[in-house]
């Protein structure tokens, strides 16, 4: 981080609404069905996550070079995340090949997964291929666990981090 701009001029583009619809949205009732008594189980029963409640945890992460999100930038999109059983796969592709902010980017994407997600899931996080010259590398950072426990204990970093993790445009709720 010394200031350096790796993209001066990036794309930036609208967002797009979510695509899950609301109970609403969805033509059902808001009010609980008097016919429909669900069973309240205990806490061990899972529940599911999709791809799209992924995109919404990421989509609002601030690009840490600009005053937008990794949505607005197309550094990610609900197309390039993949779910398993409980295993989520999630690209993202840096503005330029040579994007120094590239490990930030996408610690920035496992750190906000983290934080939200149940820790049954195992994520991993990867730049889109062909996107960077150093793929591999950036790749290998981001999904070794001592790398990643050793950029955390770094206090400028997680700084830089908790910006990043902040909403982008003043879309906080407090």
Same mark, same amino acid.
């Given at each position: 981080?010394? &200031? ?10 609208? *967002? ?5 619809? *609301?109970?609403?949205?969805? &033509? ?12 309240? *189980? ?5 529940? $599911?996550?999709?791809?799209?409640? @992924?995109?919404? +945890? ?17 550094? %990610?999109?609900?197309?390039? @995340?993949?779910? &398993? ?8 592709? $840096?503005?330029? $090949? ?10 920035? @994407?496992?750190?906000? +997964? ?7 899931? /195992? ?14 590398? %950036?790749? /290998?950072?981001?999904?070794? /666990?001592?790398? %990643? ?7 400028? +970093?997680?700084?830089? +981090?908790? /910006? ?5 445009? &003043?879309?906080? *709720?407090?």
């Amino acid at each position: 981080m010394n &200031g350096e701009i790796f993209n001066a001029n990036p794309t930036v583009y609208a *967002s797009k609404r979510s695509t899950r619809k *609301s109970k609403f949205e969805a &033509g059902q009732s808001l009010w609980i069905d008097e016919q429909y008594q669900p069973e309240f *189980s205990s806490e061990s029963e899972v529940e $599911p996550i999709d791809e799209d409640e @992924i995109f919404d +945890l990421i989509r609002s992460i601030a690009d840490p070079e600009h005053p937008n999100s990794l949505e607005e930038l197309r550094v %990610v999109s609900a197309e390039q @995340i993949k779910m &398993g059983d409980n295993h989520i796969m999630v690209e993202f592709t $840096p503005t330029v $090949p040579h994007c120094g902010m590239s490990t930030l980017i996408g610690l920035s @994407i496992r750190v906000r +997964l983290m934080r939200s997600l149940p820790q049954r899931f /195992k994520v991993d996080i990867r730049v889109k291929p062909g996107s960077h010259q150093s793929e591999l590398a %950036v790749n /290998k950072q981001l999904n070794d /666990k001592e790398r %990643v426990a050793a950029a955390l204990e770094n206090p400028a +970093l997680v700084e830089t +981090l908790e /910006k990043c993790l902040e909403p982008v445009g &003043g879309h906080d *709720s407090r």
